[in-house]
């Protein structure tokens, strides 16, 4: 009994002993990653010179990118992912890096800031204010109208203009966006999630 007891107690130590060990080993990959995130986003760094080459590439015209011409740049071989990544930093380098620097998460890639990004974004869209119950009632009517008629595409994309000015926005920087959101999703050869605002 006294060596089962023995065993046990030595079982757990060294349980412990492992788990203290992986858990400083993670703090340093951590710290590693928050490191070379910074690096790559420095003025000289890979995403920063990623994302400008591909600015360069979009504007030699065309709606994508060909893989002929990726070929000839000698980035074919970097994931498609990423390439699209550092095209968006590239376009929204100044509002990213102070997101980051305002953000006390410590960000370690590119898809994180970009989702918190976006998700700070929808955060601050305005919630219509409340007023008397005739002009709640006045907008329940005409919302109720509004879902019955069909929308076309056209009557979609001019309500997202409407939010994109509403919100402050310019209209260029919703093409930009937009632009780049539809590369993603085409260079990816994947339906990429997202929400409509409206």
Do not use: Y
Not at 9 to 23: D, R
Not at 79 to 93: G, H, I, M, T, V
Not at 127 to 144: C, H, I, L, V
Not at 172 to 191: L, P
Request: net charge neutral; with cysteine.
């Amino acid at each position: 009994m006294q060596n089962s007891t023995s065993t046990s107690l030595t079982v757990v130590s060294t349980l412990e002993m492992e788990g203290l060990a992986l858990s400083n080993e993670w703090s340093n990959i951590c710290k590693a990653d928050k490191r070379r995130f910074n690096k790559n986003t420095k003025a000289d760094g890979f995403d920063t010179r990623l994302g400008k080459l591909m600015q360069k590439l979009k504007a030699e015209g065309g709606e994508r990118i060909s893989s002929d011409r990726l070929k000839d740049c000698n980035i074919h071989n970097i994931p498609k992912q990423r390439r699209s990544e550092a095209l968006w930093f590239a376009d929204n380098r100044d509002e990213a890096l102070a997101f980051n620097k305002a953000s006390k998460k410590g960000f370690t890639s590119l898809a994180a800031l970009q989702q918190a990004m976006k998700k700070a974004t929808k955060a601050k869209l305005p919630t219509p204010p409340k007023g008397d119950e005739e002009s709640q009632e006045t907008s329940t009517e005409t919302n109720e109208a509004v879902t019955q008629s069909a929308k076309t595409v056209e009557d979609l994309a001019l309500d997202i203009l409407l939010q994109v000015e509403a919100n402050g926005f310019k209209v260029s920087d919703f093409k930009v966006a937009i632009n780049n959101a539809i590369g993603m999703i085409e260079d990816s050869n994947e339906a990429v999630p997202f929400e409509m605002v409206g």
